[in-house]
């Protein structure tokens, strides 16, 4: 059994540990306006990505880009999420991000939606959730109905990311609602221009993200847009949301690393009561089970990442990291907000961002109940 990182992924990680160190940690508190970097920091960050060779990380070769593991990918994220500098649910700084249904589209669609996507000149945004459907997709009231050759779709969906100046929408719908999730949804490309489609409202949210409501009236989408084979929304879907879940995870340890260094050095400086805080067991405990937690965390995203990129991943390796290290990281931001007193409360320190930010990713990407439900159901099948 091999515990090391192989050499490239290790270098990789000392050359992004190093970027994050001495690009994005110093300008952290001012980088983003609103929901987004500022547009000067994003263009001279992403001019320094490219240089150093860190652009389209996940795209496949075949249109240009690195094709890295999920592996190297889940190092990479990690070190970035040591920082609050870059928004939390993109866009990032490496290029458009293609870890989406994009990849699973036919050759012309390829053409008309991802190529573009990946040349900078189209966004999409992923619009599933919807009022009385969120954690429960199988439940979604919006219904795709196909007339010659077109769907016919009407819903409602919110809390939908990236709206603003977005392109198009990978849209979930039921075409069969008796099947639910179980062959019933099906996916599709549209425009976000379509007559029919429009954006109701915003929401607001504590880490800073705004999403968007969007009603569909009578949506007309052309047949050669629907993903995949009817019914195989869920199942086309499936693996790079697992991914995503591995993403969501490497966030929990970036922050726990930078809660352990913040803590670390605070916890020998600050003196209360004559004796540092680094003196004290309820810190040094909680020091101890953050460090163990971390470093278990660690081993099992890596894991995961490795069964992903062998091909042998379930989705239920992905809800235990993501369980895992997202509970993990907001412990850490917690304890780190603890021990640092009324500091760790202001906007000075990184800090509260940290904390608003691991908080989310308690709820978004699936709720712990929902995937711990699951994730029984799976265990109990083991142990009859
Ligand atoms: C910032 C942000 C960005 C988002 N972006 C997108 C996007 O781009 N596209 C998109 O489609 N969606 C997006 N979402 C929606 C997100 O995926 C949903 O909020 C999430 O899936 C949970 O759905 P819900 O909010 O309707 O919660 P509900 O499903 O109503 O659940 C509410 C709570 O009930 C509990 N619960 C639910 N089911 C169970 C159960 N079976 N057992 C025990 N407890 C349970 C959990 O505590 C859960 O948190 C975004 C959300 C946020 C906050």
Sequence with gaps: MEFELPEEIRLLKETVRRFVDRELIPIELKAMDGPDLRPEVRSALEAKTREMGLWLLDTPKEYGGQELSLLALAVIWEEMARTVAIPPRGPGIFGPSVMSILLNLRPEQKE????????????????????????????????????????????????????????????????????????????????????????????????????????????????????????????????????????????????????????????QQRVTFGEPLAKRQAVQFAVADLYTKYQTGQLLTHRTAWKVDKGIASRHDAYMCKIYCTELGFEAADRCMQFHGAMGLTTEMPIEAMWRRSRSYLITGGPAEVMRATLAREVFKLYQ
């Design 112 to 267: 008309k939606y991802l190529l573009p996507v990946l040349r900078g000149e189209k966004t999409a945004a992923f619009a599933q959730t919807e009022p009385d459907a969120g954690s429960d997709p199988a439940h979604m009231r919006t219904r795709a109905v196909r007339q010659g050759e077109h769907y016919v779709i009407n819903g409602y969906k919110r809390f939908i990311s990236h709206v603003k100046g977005a392109d198009f929408l990978q849209l979930v719908a039921a075409t069969d609602p008796e099947k639910g999730s179980r062959g019933g949804l099906s996916v599709f490309l549209v425009d976000l221009d379509s007559p029919g489609l429009s954006v109701v409202r915003e929401n607001h949210h504590m880490m800073g993200d705004v999403t968007y409501e969007l009603a569909l009236d009578n949506v007309k989408v052309p047949v050669e847009n629907l993903v995949g084979e009817e019914g195989q929304g869920m199942r086309e879907a499936q693996s790079w949301i697992s991914r995503n879940r591995v993403h969501q995870a490497t966030h929990g340890l970036g922050v726990t690393q930078r809660c352990l260094e913040m803590i670390g050095k605070y916890a």
